[in-house]
């Protein structure tokens, strides 16, 4: 089995941090520094990002890249889990959550969505990736990330975009086609009986703040906060408000 890095500070209710597509767990380093005073996080880089080596069988789906994580978190003898995933991370969440319910206590979907991939979105992420095939990963990587900011000139902007740069063009290609043919989870979210939190972003240009207002109905128990003057970034965009929003819900649901 692929061994995925994760960092492990704190004690406490376990946290647990996925990143989004061209990330690695770096993105959360403000987040694990203030949440390690109360709680146990644990935030992964996702197999072929960062540290994490892809995985051996290729190409793989994304509920096999949500077993992986939920097998560690099995082996640490982990339950009463709180999940945050930020956009692909959302996707891994929701696949984790399916798959294992009983080890997760709540979950957060951080820009991000139970839909399944349109068949307009489908396509364009199908010619993504011959687009990557034929002029390499840097061709597409060095332009991706001004675009999910807000503020295309955010100081931020800079760090994301040598993470999005670092990534090979294998981990590209593969998740962009596992993102593609994922399946919606839609029943998830009305199926599952605890806290759901959706963060959106209120200038959003990947995930409609429209489309999480409409899922966020759908859940016995969802709460919902839309961050004004933010794209798809909202941990780096607007981190002391995200980080207060969380953990006000952390408190509520103990």
Same mark, same amino acid.
Request: glycine share 6%; aromatic share 8%.
């Given at each position: 089995?692929?061994?995925? %890095?994760?960092?492990?500070?704190?004690?406490?209710?376990?946290?647990?941090?996925?990143?989004?597509?061209?990330?690695?767990?770096?993105?959360?380093?403000?987040?694990?520094?203030?949440?390690?005073?109360?709680?146990?996080?644990?935030?992964?880089?996702?197999?072929?990002?960062? +540290?994490?080596?892809?995985?051996?069988? *290729?190409?793989?789906?994304?509920?096999?890249?949500?077993? +992986? =994580?939920?097998?560690?978190?099995?082996?640490?003898?982990? &339950?009463?889990?709180?999940?945050?995933?930020?956009?692909?991370?959302?996707?891994? *969440?929701?696949?984790?959550?399916?798959?294992?319910?009983?080890?997760? *206590?709540?979950?957060?979907? %951080?820009?991000? *969505?139970?839909?399944?991939?349109?068949?307009?979105?489908?396509?364009?992420?199908?010619?993504?990736?011959?687009?990557?095939?034929?002029?390499?990963?840097?061709?597409?990587? !060095? &332009?991706?990330?001004?675009?999910?900011?807000?503020?295309?000139?955010?100081?931020?902007?800079?760090?994301?975009? +040598?993470?999005?740069?670092?990534?090979?063009?294998?981990?590209?290609?593969?998740?962009?086609?596992?993102?593609?043919?994922?399946?919606?989870?839609?029943?998830?979210?009305?199926?599952?009986?605890?806290?759901?939190? %959706?963060?959106?972003?209120?200038?959003?240009?990947?995930?409609?703040?429209?489309?999480?207002?409409? +899922? !966020?109905?759908?859940?016995?128990?969802?709460? =919902?906060?839309?961050?004004?003057?933010?794209?798809?970034?909202?941990?780096?965009?607007?981190?002391?408000?995200?980080?207060? =929003?969380?953990?006000?819900?952390?408190?509520? =649901?103990?």
């Amino acid at each position: 089995m692929t061994r995925l %890095f994760y960092s492990d500070s704190g004690n406490g209710q376990p946290v647990v941090l996925l990143h989004g597509f061209l990330e690695t767990n770096v993105i959360w380093k403000e987040f694990s520094e203030n949440l390690s005073a109360d709680y146990r996080i644990l935030a992964f880089d996702l197999p072929g990002f960062g +540290q994490s080596p892809l995985p051996e069988k *290729s190409p793989f789906t994304l509920n096999e890249i949500a077993g +992986q =994580i939920n097998d560690v978190l099995v082996n640490l003898g982990l &339950n009463d889990v709180f999940l945050i995933g930020h956009s692909l991370g959302g996707y891994v *969440s929701l696949a984790m959550v399916e798959a294992r319910p009983d080890i997760f *206590s709540a979950f957060c979907l %951080f820009h991000s *969505s139970a839909l399944a991939d349109s068949e307009e979105k489908k396509e364009a992420r199908t010619k993504t990736i011959d687009f990557v095939k034929k002029n390499g990963a840097l061709a597409f990587t !060095s &332009n991706f990330v001004p675009p999910l900011f807000a503020d295309p000139n955010h100081t931020a902007v800079s760090a994301v975009k +040598q993470m999005a740069i670092a990534t090979s063009e294998e981990t590209v290609t593969h998740y962009l086609g596992a993102m593609r043919d994922r399946p919606e989870r839609i029943s998830l979210l009305k199926k599952f009986p605890n806290p759901i939190l %959706f963060l959106a972003g209120e200038n959003d240009s990947v995930i409609p703040v429209k489309a999480l207002i409409e +899922q !966020s109905k759908l859940p016995k128990k969802a709460t =919902i906060h839309v961050l004004t003057d933010v794209g798809h970034m909202g941990m780096v965009e607007s981190p002391v408000e995200c980080l207060t =929003i969380i953990k006000e819900f952390l408190s509520h =649901i103990h």
